[in-house]
């Protein structure tokens, strides 16, 4: 039963995933809907579309920089004040954000800054997943290390859910011309004021008893990125490979289709908002539920590839769902995001257990933050430039192909066995 404390941890592990991913998809959200003409106009919309995706590409690639940053304090002086220094870097960089020129009034300056200032982003979410999901797990209970684990996951259709609630109510209230204009800087000024609160929580909390225990046993690593790449490289590489499915899925079911349903497809975009905004509530379901069968039933990487299976088999249906009707499309979405909570919600404590203690807090946020490079960071691209190139279906093959990817890896790679907190439930 969770005590005070427990439901602190857990609070501030949700809460502040949550304030996280929304920071970082309303960014995908904006360059789906506006960015591309704000920033990339002197192009064809369809490359200034792909322009647009580009930037969304830039931090995913900052990602792993800020996962060896953060992961290397983290490992070194302690879980709770590396948190509150991700938190920090990505609130300041999402605000800033809100006060950008456009491209029509500081010319190339614009999109440079905008880039910038997504990488920011970014480095600071590089810290973030990693730290977030240590917090839950190591101050898991016995046979509740995946649920607990699933608490900074659940953070990801939180964060979805008010971003894509905000941009929705803004797209109802506002004309197109006044949300081109200054209405989609709001999601990003209120990013302010959730900072706040996400600061306030993570400052109340202690240290990790795993991380205290791991310090009384030995002395930190001088450096937790080299001993990683020396002593643990085989469940670094497994590790990434395996959660390259979660990414690929959501950014497919995100980013790309919402710009692919509103400009291709004629979907409007308070419809399309809607309906993900629907469908996302499918993905907290298949999170928990993968979480819960992960403790009581199976265990983390059965259930990763059970959701592997699933996603693989949805590739094949997203051009004739898209495609038919509004309703299909919905199904669709639906479909892919529960699957995708089957391939994401173990990762909080799969990822985690593949470490020790000493390098755990960079192991698992490289893993997560390369797995993000690989699976979405150029999902978005590819995904329109497939469609450009021969229509949907290649996108759905994409899909399965990436999803494969992480099946193979998960079959392959074993838990640590000499893990000294068990992974699997009771």
């Known amino acids: 039963m969770q005590g005070p404390s427990d439901r602190r941890v857990l609070t501030a592990s949700f809460v502040g995933t949550a304030i996280e991913f929304y920071d970082f998809y309303i960014y995908a959200t904006a360059a789906s809907l506006v960015f591309g003409a704000l920033f990339f106009p002197e192009v064809e919309p369809g490359l200034a579309q792909m322009a647009s995706f580009a930037t969304l590409a830039v931090a995913f690639f900052a990602r792993p920089v800020g996962a060896a940053f953060f992961g290397h304090f983290g490992d070194r002086i302690g879980r709770k004040s590396t948190l509150v220094a991700s ?30 200032l997504r990488f920011g982003q970014g480095f600071g979410l590089g810290g973030e997943w990693g730290g977030a999901a240590l917090l839950a797990v190591e101050n898991a209970p016995p046979g509740w290390r995946a649920r607990y684990g699933s608490a900074p996951q659940m953070g990801a259709p939180a964060g979805f859910i008010a971003a894509n609630g905000l941009f929705l109510i803004l797209g109802v209230a506002l004309t197109p011309e006044q949300f081109r204009d200054w209405g989609w800087r709001l999601p990003f000024a209120i990013s302010a004021l959730l900072v706040a609160v996400g600061l306030y929580i993570r400052l109340k909390l202690t240290e990790t008893p795993e991380f205290a225990q791991s310090l ?53 975009m308070q419809a399309f908002l809607g309906i993900q905004l629907v469908a996302i509530l499918f993905m907290a379901v298949g999170i928990y539920s993968a979480a819960w069968l992960a403790d009581r039933h199976f265990d983390e990487r059965r259930v ?14 997203i051009a004739p769902l898209m495609q038919a009707s509004l309703f299909g499309a919905f199904l669709f979405l639906s479909l892919a995001l529960l699957a995708m909570g089957f391939v994401y919600g173990p990762l909080g404590a799969w990822l985690p257990g593949l470490f020790p203690p000493r390098v755990r807090y960079t192991g698992a946020s490289m893993t997560f933050n390369i797995a993000g490079v690989l699976g979405g960071g150029l999902t978005p691209l590819i995904s329109q430039w497939l469609t450009l190139h021969g229509g949907l279906a290649l996108v759905g093959l994409y899909l399965s192909a990436a999803t494969a990817l992480s099946l193979v890896a998960l079959l392959l790679l074993r838990q640590r066995p000499t893990d000294p907190v068990p992974l699997e439930g009771v």
């Open 87 to 116: 938190l920090l870097t990505m609130g300041i960089s999402t605000t800033l954000v809100a006060v950008l020129p456009t491209y029509e009034q500081a010319g190339w300056i614009a999109p440079l800054a905008l880039s910038l």
């Open 304 to 317: 990763l590839a059970g959701g592997c299976v699933a996603t693989i088999l949805l590739g094949f249906t």
């Open 216 to 268: 009384k046993e030995a002395p930190p690593p001088k450096v937790p990125l080299a001993e990683l790449l020396s002593n643990h490289w085989r469940m670094l590489v497994g590790g990434t490979v395996g959660a390259i499915a979660c990414f690929a899925t959501y950014y497919v079911g995100t980013a790309f289709l919402l710009g692919y349903g509103t400009k291709t497809l004629g979907y409007s």
